[in-house]
């Protein structure tokens, strides 16, 4: 893991990615579409960012009593990224619909600009250039599609949802493994996407 030295903080590559690719993300749709993002995704990222942080205290409860300003620190690791997303995705499916209706119409737009800008930018911070580049065609045969669909008033269908999804879990696959935290993410945050372009399927 790469990291970078923001004066005296040591900021590693995974999350200076995230906050580019949330940035990135957000911009570009708006670019697309013309409408901002809703408040539901900022909200899930602070609650996960919450949850994962928070959760060292539930698996390092006696270090945290004994060194409290540990939690500054350190996180719940594995365990706790697990809990932030099964949190992430109770919040996206029972609470966040609720009150943001565009979830459904923003969710696969999002989902798949964010994770896969994310993987073009973690990896050009880590200086893989053929992963960034793999990663950054398939990146930019979406934003074709996306541009192309938004053209004709249509949306990205289930099955070409599906399609990006395992496109992405085979480059990722053939670079590491499909065992990899890296995809069980990918997948667990597809699902959870998936979910929520059927229940709009049901609303309409």
């Known amino acids: 893991m790469t990291y970078f030295q923001l004066g005296s903080l040591s900021i590693p590559a995974t999350w200076l990615a995230v906050s580019i690719a949330l940035l990135t993300a957000s911009f570009m749709y708006r670019v697309l579409t013309g409408t901002k993002v809703g408040e539901w995704y900022w909200n899930s990222f602070i609650l996960y960012f919450f949850v994962w ?23 719940g690791g594995t365990k706790g990224h697990i809990v932030a997303l099964i949190t992430l995705s109770l919040y996206l499916l029972f609470i966040a619909v609720k009150k943001n209706s565009s979830i459904y119409e923003e969710s696969t737009c999002l989902f798949l600009l964010y994770l896969i800008g994310y993987e073009v930018i973690f990896h050009l911070l880590e ?20 541009t192309s669909l938004k053209k004709k008033k249509g949306l990205l269908s ?37 979910i929520l372009s059927k229940k709009a399927g049901e609303n309409t």
């Open 158 to 194: 289930y099955q070409m949802f599906l399609l990006w999804i395992l496109l992405e879990l085979l480059i990722i696959s053939y670079f590491h493994t499909i065992f990899s935290m890296e995809a069980f993410t990918f997948i667990w945050a597809g699902v959870t996407v998936l």
């Open 53 to 75: 942080k928070l959760s060292y205290i539930l698996f390092h409860f006696n270090l945290f009593v004994n060194m409290p300003l540990s939690i500054l620190y350190f996180n």
């Open 127 to 146: 200086k893989n250039g053929l992963e960034a580049a793999i990663h950054l065609i398939l990146f930019t045969c979406y934003l074709l599609l996306f």
